[in-house]
């Protein structure tokens, strides 16, 4: 059992924002979302689909297991996940994302999300001087414009791809509707065969059919846990584990510690992330969001 009590508090929180994108890029982009915070800050991010992120003001850093690459000063593309990383802001700051759904990376990234899987690029790579344009008007804007600012680039983008497949956006329902539990049911529920699923799964989501099931049974027990720490841990997980035992090593191997050292620390940023998200868009986590 977790106790709240037990969770340190601080008296100087972030400010964190969430916001829908306009109707039509609701398939695409899961969230805008932003974060400023007046002191430093680190917290722990949690195995999630494709974003964009921007360092409007302050040094921010984000580490993940395995990886050396640098974070960017301005806009950089953070691949789909399946472990935690460390972000860190060395003092006051402001930064600004956008989710992507696999979809949205299908259309608006257009190449293989098993290439960026836990990985981080320069934005201008991917948009050349328009990213710097954007990263540039999105310094000089409010809360409200970063939205705005978004809306309009991104739905010209969208406007100019090709159609993504529409296979894609069947895959990701049946991950996030949570009843599946074996890629054999995986594949039949989308009358796929395994090899077809996987490589699909490869290419627009970046992980196996297994690892991707996996990864949507912990964030489903993520979520289910949210702040209901005075609850035994085994009244709260997904059916898919086998006991406590079984939670507790996956928890390891995605968020780097145990659930009692992770709900122990401070979450600042994380904690209120889960709240204001699952107030604006129905899921506290980016990977369990349904596309609208």
């Known amino acids: 059992m977790f106790s709240a009590n037990d969770v340190q508090t601080r008296n100087v929180l972030p400010d964190v924002h969430f916001a829908l994108p306009a109707p ?3 398939p695409l982009i899961t969230t805008y979302y932003g974060v400023s915070t007046p002191v430093a800050l680190e917290d722990h991010l949690h195995p999630e689909w494709g974003n964009i992120r921007f360092t409007i003001t302050g040094e921010w850093t984000v580490e993940r297991p395995g990886s050396t690459d640098p974070t960017g000063t301005r806009g950089a593309l953070f691949g789909p996940t399946d472990r935690t990383a460390n972000v860190r802001s060395a003092g006051p700051g402001r930064t600004v994302g956008v989710g992507l759904t696999a979809m949205g990376w ?3 990234v257009q190449q293989s999300a098993h290439e960026h899987a836990n990985r981080i690029h320069d934005l201008a790579d991917i948009y050349g001087p328009s990213a710097e344009r954007l990263w540039a008007d ?3 804007s409010d809360w409200e414009g970063c939205c705005a600012l978004f809306d309009r680039f991104f739905g010209k983008l969208a406007v100019a791809a090709p159609p993504p497949e ?3 956006e069947r895959v990701q329902q049946a991950l996030v509707s949570g009843n599946i539990d074996t890629v054999q049911d ?7 065969t395994e090899r077809t699923l996987a490589r699909l799964c490869q290419r627009a989501f970046g992980f196996s059919p297994k ?3 996996r990864r949507q049974r912990f964030l489903r027990t993520l979520a289910q846990i949210g702040d209901r720490l005075d609850q035994p841990l085994a009244t709260l997980l997904d059916g898919g584990y086998y006991d406590q035992s079984h939670f507790i090593r996956e928890f390891r191997a995605y968020m780097g510690m145990t659930p009692l050292a992770y709900f122990n620390s401070p979450r600042q940023m994380m904690r209120r992330a889960g709240a204001e998200r699952l107030r604006t868009a129905g899921a506290r986590v980016q990977g369990l969001h349904q596309q609208g």
Do not use: G, N, S, Y
């Open 106 to 108: 299908a259309t608006l």
């Open 138 to 140: 999105l310094c000089a």
């Open 24 to 26: 039509q890029l609701r």
């Open 186 to 192: 995986f594949a039949d529920e989308l009358a796929l």
């Open 211 to 213: 690892q991707l099931l």
């Open 166 to 168: 529409p296979l894609i």
